[in-house]
């Protein structure tokens, strides 16, 4: 039996979308999600295709390049406080700390999250080993995170 080096990763990284001309974007890597995410925008069916735009206008990144799908489902997913949420999934390659990994992601307004990919179980199992301590986290990003979310819930109160 075959046994591949795994590559070790952080909490979050930054990643490669050689196919959509994207470098660098920032990741969170998260061991509890099954499915991985992708931050799109002016997402829509059409041509019996899906018709989608990688980030959003907020984002530095954003090129506002529309990409098409003939291959596209549409999943339900489920959030750790137990909300649902019905989106699309396509498949895109990927490519993270060197490995190329064709997979798939749900299309998700990520605008108000710190990171606008998350890299679920799907493209880390049998490749990946995920140490906490190590990786590219964007602390401005997550702190900004922090921030707001404290702000929102004292206004609730």
Not at 58 to 74: K, L, V
Not at 76 to 82: E, K, L, N, P, Q
Not at 85 to 107: D, E, H, I
């Amino acid at each position: 039996m075959k046994h591949e080096i795994r590559k070790i990763i952080g909490r979050a990284d930054r990643i490669d979308l050689p196919e959509m001309g994207l470098l660098g974007i920032s990741a969170r890597i998260d061991t509890g999600a099954k499915t991985s995410a992708m931050w799109a925008s002016k997402i829509r069916e059409a041509d019996g295709g899906l018709y989608f735009t990688l980030l959003g206008p907020e984002s530095s990144q954003y090129t506002g390049e529309e990409h098409f799908a003939s291959h596209f489902s549409r999943v339900t997913v489920a959030s750790s406080i137990g909300t649902e949420q019905v989106r699309y999934k396509v498949v895109l390659l990927v490519k993270l700390r060197g490995k190329r990994v064709r997979a798939g992601f749900t299309l998700a307004d990520r605008s108000a999250q710190a990171y606008p990919v998350l890299i679920g179980r799907n493209i880390l199992r049998g490749k990946f080993l995920v140490d906490v301590r190590s990786g590219k986290p964007d602390f401005e990003a997550e702190n900004r995170r922090s921030e707001q979310l404290q702000q929102d819930r004292k206004e609730e109160e």
